[in-house]
């Protein structure tokens, strides 16, 4: 079984900067394999290269806004990349 670094960090909320707990895993090589967000008035942004987090309160339309802003492109086709 390959080995994995499970991290517990800070990330900001990709809408409004307000900061949350994360736990991240990264295979051996340190690239991105999953999250959980420990917040409570947090949740998951899915993407398939980085952690990403989000308040429970913003709609997915300014989610998908602020992704598109920090990563040109989306989320949605780095998902088709995999």
């Known amino acids: 079984m ?3 670094d ?14 949350h707990t994360l736990y991240v895993v990264y ?3 340190g690239k991105f394999v999953d999250c ?6 947090g949740r998951r942004v899915p993407d398939a290269h980085r952690p990403l987090v989000a308040c429970v309160r ?3 339309e300014q989610v998908e806004r602020a992704v598109a802003r920090f990563y040109p492109g989306g989320y949605k086709e780095d998902k088709q990349d995999e």
Do not use: N, Q, Y
């Open 2 to 4: 390959p080995e994995k």
């Open 6 to 19: 499970i991290r517990t960090e800070p990330h900001g909320c990709i809408v409004c900067s307000k900061l």
């Open 27 to 29: 295979d051996s090589d």
């Open 36 to 41: 959980k967000v420990m917040s409570a008035d």
């Open 58 to 60: 913003h709609s997915d």
